[in-house]
């Protein structure tokens, strides 16, 4: 007997492709957003990238003189200069000392959040966000006063006399990684708190049940959940930090004694202006920027060869 037809106009229906034009439509929504990021942001990268080929001066920049193109002439400069590698390396320890002591003040403190009763939640948030609205100049002029060797309070708590935190070049470097953490870790806070409160609470209560510590419970539990939070967090920890100018200018007045506080920003800001070398200053932002690519596509390559979805 001859099986039950179908419908006629099913089979169509069912096979038909979905059409493709949803598929475009988150595109028509940040069409806007890319527009205004790409006005503000490639313009500017092409203009660093095409100053850093010219020989540009202060007479350039007056008209005095016509720019002269050098091609990589700057970078050549720039990468046989010893003090170029020696701000880098001072830049790269001085950046990753901050991400991870950002990331894991911002980490304990949201989990602390989590096992608190609500009045003191809320007054540290709104520490943490007194922290993080103060301007970075106002706050390191206010960190420079506690530590101020005269008339600062903490030379006194700890009994130092009239010790001087900006004199040395690693009590200097420790004086700004601790400003930088005090305004830096208010998001990785709230950010890796929003992440913890959507984690089910039955898992966090069966790893409890089970014995685990608080420390092994976020080690294997929370951790992994909130791998693509820590992802965000930690590029733009590592964003924020290498690029670091405000609070080293400000706190060692310029790079510290004969620059032994330098870091690229503030490096490429004295070649650049104090020296009026601004191709030469335009070039360490591009090599800023390259490395600061590298390592943000590096980690995130790592991340999807571990099978993580970002």
């Known amino acids: 007997m001859p099986g039950p037809t179908r419908p006629p106009g099913r089979a169509a229906y069912v096979t038909a492709p979905r059409p493709r034009a949803g598929r475009s439509t988150p595109w028509l929504y940040l069409a806007p957003a890319l527009v205004v990021l790409g006005a503000l942001l490639v313009y ?3 203009q660093l990238g095409l ?11 007056s008209g005095g003189e016509p720019a002269v193109f050098r091609g990589f002439g700057n970078y050549t400069d720039l990468f046989s200069d ?4 020696q701000v880098l390396l001072a830049t790269v320890v001085f950046a990753a ?6 990331l894991a003040v911002g980490c304990a403190l949201a989990v602390l959040l989590t096992r608190v009763r609500a009045v003191p939640r809320l007054a540290l948030l709104l520490a943490a966000l007194g922290a993080w609205a103060t301007p970075a100049v ?12 005269d008339f600062g309070p903490v030379d006194r708590l700890l009994g130092l006399g009239d010790h001087s935190w900006t004199y040395g070049r690693y009590s200097a470097f420790l004086l700004v990684l601790l400003e930088v953490v005090w305004c830096s870790f208010p998001f990785v806070m709230v950010t890796v708190y929003a992440g913890i409160r959507s984690v089910p ?6 790893a409890a049940l089970d014995g685990a510590s608080q420390w092994r419970i976020w080690r294997s539990v929370l951790a992994p959940m909130l791998r693509p939070i820590l992802t965000v967090v930690t590029i733009q920890s590592v964003i924020w930090d290498f690029k670091v100018f405000t609070q080293i200018y400000v706190m060692t007045d310029g790079g510290g004694i004969a620059g032994q506080n330098l870091v690229l920003n503030v490096y490429a800001y ?16 591009v090599v800023m920027l390259l490395l600061l690519l590298a390592v943000t596509l590096g980690y995130l390559r790592l991340l999807r060869r571990q099978g993580e979805e970002l």
């Open 44 to 46: 500017p990268v092409y």
């Open 51 to 61: 100053i850093s080929l010219f020989h540009y001066t202060q007479a350039q920049v």
């Open 82 to 85: 010893g003090r170029f590698w």
């Open 97 to 102: 000392a901050c991400v991870g002591s950002t």
């Open 138 to 149: 106002t706050g390191s002029t206010v960190w420079l006063f506690l530590f101020d060797p």
């Open 201 to 206: 609470a039955e898992v966090l209560e069966a």
């Open 270 to 285: 004295q070649q650049a202006f104090a020296s009026s070398q601004y191709g030469l200053g335009s070039a360490i932002g």
